[in-house]
């Protein structure tokens, strides 16, 4: 009889989790979109070193894209975005850091979602895939860690189409295996919004 009520139990649960998950793909599916593509320069605010060897920040960018679902002021909202970050060593050799990052998160809109004149609060976490090397270049011995965690906390400035973003990063786990110092920086970047 146990055995019986556990498995109905379960069941019912398995029941209820695909009906909610239906429930939720039909609700993004018939939601408000609201796509941010988006181009940013990435500015470092790190004092890193490997061993006795200082990293200075080079060009970096970043490109991507956000999309918030709904029309209520607080919505969720993913991303996808190909980070290119530079640093040049000591002697001026330069390594390029390349990541795709996926932020998942919530924004928070201080005006309705129609309104042309917004500013939209972001918060999320960042899970991000590494697209360099293991092998660092110039014998160096850096090792980037292949899936990298941040946080992201921001602000976009919605002007009718175009937007303008400010956006930090944080790590939430070692960038780099290897290297001493915390790997964070900043973004500020334009886009459009449709």
């Not at 330069?94 to 201080?110: C, D, E, K, T």
């Not at 939209?120 to 990298?148: C, H, I, K, M, R």
Request: glycine share 10%.
């Amino acid at each position: 009889m146990l055995a019986s009520m556990k498995s109905r139990l379960n069941q019912l649960m398995r029941i209820t989790g695909i009906g909610l998950l239906c429930f939720f793909w039909s609700s993004i599916l018939l939601a408000q979109l609201e796509i941010n593509p988006q181009f940013a320069r990435l500015r470092s605010q790190n004092d890193l070193r490997i061993g006795g060897t200082e990293l200075r920040p080079a060009t970096s960018y970043m490109l991507g894209a956000d999309v918030l679902v709904g029309a209520s002021n607080l919505v969720p909202f993913g991303g996808l975005f190909y980070q290119s970050i530079g640093y040049r060593f000591g002697d001026g050799d330069r390594f390029i850091s390349n990541q795709l990052s996926i932020p998942l998160g919530l924004a928070y809109r201080l005006r309705t979602a129609s309104t042309s004149f917004n500013l939209v609060g972001l918060g999320a976490v960042a899970p991000g895939l590494n697209l360099t090397d293991d092998d660092a270049p110039f014998n160096t011995g850096l090792e980037v860690a292949s899936l990298q965690w941040q946080a992201r906390v921001g602000l976009a400035l919605y002007l009718d189409y175009i937007t303008l973003h400010a956006d930090w990063w944080f790590p939430l786990a070692d960038h780099w295996k290897t290297i001493e110092g915390q790997f964070r920086y900043t973004t500020l970047g334009i886009g459009v919004r449709f």
